[in-house]
C-alpha cells in the first residue's frame, strides 16, 4: 500500500502536468501544506460531498491542460528559435528592445537593407506578422508564472 507522499512522487514522476487531488480521512495541515507544496490543487477530507469531489477534479484536470498549452506553446517556440540564424537571434535581441531597423545596424555594424531582410526572415521563421505578437510569444517562454521554471533558450 502506498501513503501519499509515494503516490504523489508517482504521479509527478509520469508527468509534470498531471495534478493531483488528496482524498484523505485522516488530513492534517502539515499534510495538506506538504500536498499543495508539491502542487496538489486540492486537499479533501472524507467524508466529502460529491459536488466538492467533481469540482476539484475538474479544477485539477483544467490546471492540466493549462500546464500541457504552455508547455506546448514553449516547445513550439523553442523550435522556431532553433531555425533562426546566429544573426537573425542578434537581430531579434534587438528588436525585442524595441530598437528600430536603422539603430539595430548600426548595433550591429551591417546596412540597414540586412536588417530588414533578416527582421523578415526571423518574423517569417517565428510564425508572426508583428512585433506586439513576436513579443507575446517570447514572454510566454518566460519562467516568471511556470513553477517548472521553463524557460527557452
Same mark, same amino acid.
Given at each position: 500500500m502506498?501513503?501519499?507522499?509515494?503516490?504523489? $512522487?508517482?504521479?509527478?514522476h509520469r508527468?509534470?502536468?498531471m $495534478?493531483?487531488? @488528496?482524498?484523505? *480521512?485522516?488530513?492534517d495541515i502539515?499534510?495538506? !501544506?506538504q500536498?499543495?507544496?508539491?502542487?496538489?490543487?486540492? @486537499?479533501?477530507?472524507?467524508?466529502?460531498?460529491?459536488?466538492?469531489?467533481? #469540482?476539484? !477534479?475538474?479544477a &485539477?484536470?483544467?490546471?492540466?491542460?493549462? $500546464?500541457?498549452e504552455?508547455?506546448?506553446?514553449?516547445?513550439?517556440i523553442?523550435?522556431?528559435?532553433? =531555425?533562426?540564424?546566429?544573426r537573425e537571434?542578434?537581430?531579434?535581441?534587438?528588436?525585442l528592445?524595441?530598437?528600430?531597423?536603422?539603430?539595430?545596424?548600426? #548595433?550591429l555594424?551591417?546596412?540597414?537593407?540586412?536588417?530588414?531582410f533578416?527582421? *523578415?526572415?526571423?518574423?517569417r521563421?517565428?510564425? !508572426?506578422?508583428? !512585433?506586439?505578437?513576436l &513579443?507575446?510569444?517570447?514572454?510566454?517562454?518566460?519562467?516568471?508564472?511556470?513553477? =517548472?521554471g521553463?524557460?527557452?533558450q
Amino acid at each position: 500500500m502506498h501513503d501519499r507522499r509515494d503516490l504523489d $512522487r508517482i504521479a509527478r514522476h509520469r508527468t509534470g502536468s498531471m $495534478r493531483a487531488v @488528496f482524498l484523505t *480521512g485522516r488530513g492534517d495541515i502539515a499534510a495538506t !501544506v506538504q500536498a499543495m507544496k508539491r502542487g496538489a490543487t486540492d @486537499f479533501l477530507t472524507k467524508p466529502v460531498e460529491d459536488e466538492v469531489l467533481l #469540482a476539484a !477534479v475538474d479544477a &485539477a484536470l483544467a490546471e492540466a491542460g493549462r $500546464r500541457l498549452e504552455r508547455r506546448l506553446r514553449i516547445s513550439t517556440i523553442a523550435e522556431r528559435l532553433a =531555425t533562426l540564424t546566429a544573426r537573425e537571434r542578434q537581430v531579434l535581441d534587438q528588436v525585442l528592445e524595441g530598437r528600430l531597423n536603422k539603430q539595430i545596424a548600426t #548595433a550591429l555594424g551591417t546596412a540597414g537593407k540586412t536588417v530588414k531582410f533578416q527582421r *523578415g526572415n526571423l518574423m517569417r521563421k517565428m510564425g !508572426v506578422r508583428s !512585433v506586439a505578437e513576436l &513579443a507575446r510569444w517570447m514572454a510566454d517562454s518566460s519562467p516568471a508564472d511556470e513553477p =517548472t521554471g521553463t524557460k527557452v533558450q
